[in-house]
């Protein structure tokens, strides 16, 4: 029988070429279709807005039921319910997560897709130390100012040093991780 209405009817006819007959109206439900969903944007990169770990993030997704209506959309991460509606403000950690859109219909089907979105780790400042760090020096020479040997490492944990630079009293007077400097 096809989806709808359908009229089945029984008849009977005697040897005599009486008859009669009797119908039942069975009807098909068509199956439930589930509903649509989509995330706006798809799987994106956010920068950190704060040099704070993680970030809030807006999200927001659209869903649809072609033989009904849906009855309740969510957001999920790492497999737990953390917002409900079209829209949410998600507190991401750094790194890639996994956030998933579900809406579920009238007839109880759902649907789901995810997408990807990576929080940027803030940026950490390079680590640099000046070898010998706090010294005195005597003077050689009877004379005003001495001229003293400095050197020094910088690194940087999350990407690379572009630039080092010695300052004086404010003023850059020297770049690279060795000088001699006359105080």
């Not at 209405?5 to 006819?13: K, Q």
């Not at 991780?177 to 105080?183: A, I, K, N, P, Y």
């Amino acid at each position: 029988l096809g989806d709808g209405a359908n009229a089945v009817t029984l008849r009977a006819t005697d040897d005599d070429g009486a008859s009669s007959s009797t119908s039942v109206t069975i009807t098909v439900a068509a199956p439930n279709v589930p509903p649509t969903v989509s995330i706006t944007g798809g799987d994106r990169s956010v920068s950190d807005s704060d040099g704070s770990s993680g970030e809030t993030v807006s999200v927001s997704a659209t869903a649809a039921d072609s033989d009904g209506s849906v009855s309740s959309e969510e957001w999920l991460v790492g497999g737990s319910v953390v917002a409900t509606g079209t829209s949410a403000n998600l507190s991401l950690d750094d790194g890639g997560t996994q956030v998933t859109f579900r809406a579920t219909d009238n007839d109880g089907d759902s649907s789901s897709t995810s997408v990807t979105i990576t929080v940027a780790a803030p940026n950490a400042p390079p680590t640099v130390s000046i070898t010998g760090g706090d010294r005195s020096v005597t003077d050689t020479d009877g004379s005003a100012g001495e001229t003293i040997s400095f050197s020094a490492t910088a690194t940087d944990s999350d990407g690379s040093v572009s630039s080092t630079e010695w300052l004086v009293g404010g003023a850059v007077v020297a770049t690279g991780t060795s000088v001699d400097l006359s105080l």
